[in-house]
Structures are given as C-alpha cells and as structure tokens.
C-alpha cells in the first residue's frame, strides 16, 4: 500500500522558515518523481515544486523560486521541502504527491499525502 506521512507544518512569521517532511512506503521510492502541491483557502491546488527520482533536476513555481528548495534522501524515503523568506501569501495546506512523470507533474499525481498546514502571520 502506499504511503505518504507528512509533518513539519506549523506557524511562523513573515520571513520565517520552515521545513517539511514527506516519508513515503509501499513503492520503490528512488524510481519516481516527487512534487509538493498547496492549496490555499479558498483556491484550487498551485503545484510548488517537482524533483525527479534522482535528484538531479528540479522545478520550482515561479511565486517560490528562490526560497524554497525541494530535496529528498532516497536511503530514507524521505522527501523535503525547505521554505524561507516566507511569506503570507504561503499559507496553505501543503501536501507531497508523488507523480507518474517528472515531466507531466505539474498537471498529473498519483498518490497524496495527508496534507500539512502552513500559516506565515504576524
């Protein structure tokens, strides 16, 4: 069965940082792609960042570009999404997802985590 257990959400403030976790199991971790997905209240899903199995390419939403960094340790089956300079606009409900290609993920997942919430305020 697969699995995606996330954790790390939380509050901070604005310019704050913040790590996520996503531990993934029931697949073979190191041959797929990984993304993380948000969805902030009221909106519909904006896909965040992609990786691919071996770490070698990432892709980034142009909103987060330059303060997030999408990362994973396939020994541990873990994925991970470090969050800077944060923002208001950040809040949401982040979830990892895993995709069926590196190049069709911002539009197509699989598999979902639970979901985590975000919230950047003051």
């Known amino acids: 069965e697969v699995q995606l257990v996330q954790s790390g959400g939380g509050l901070v403030q604005p310019g704050g940082s913040l790590r996520l976790s996503c531990a993934a199991s029931?697949?073979?971790?190191?041959?797929?792609?990984m993304s993380w997905v948000r969805q902030a209240p009221g909106k519909g899903l904006e896909w965040v960042s992609i990786?691919?199995?071996?770490?070698?390419?990432?892709s980034y939403a142009d909103s987060v570009k330059g303060r997030f960094s999408i990362s994973r340790d396939n020994a541990k089956n873990t994925l991970y999404l470090e969050m800077n300079g944060l923002k208001p606009e950040d809040t949401a409900m982040y979830y990892c997802?895993?995709?069926?290609?590196?190049?069709?993920?911002?539009?197509?997942?699989?598999?979902w985590g639970q979901g985590t919430q975000v919230t950047v305020s003051s």
């Open positions: 997802a895993k995709c069926y290609t590196f190049s069709t993920c911002k539009v197509e997942r699989d598999y």
């Open positions: 990786i691919n199995s071996g770490a070698g390419s990432r």
């Open positions: 029931g697949f073979t971790f190191s041959n797929y792609a």
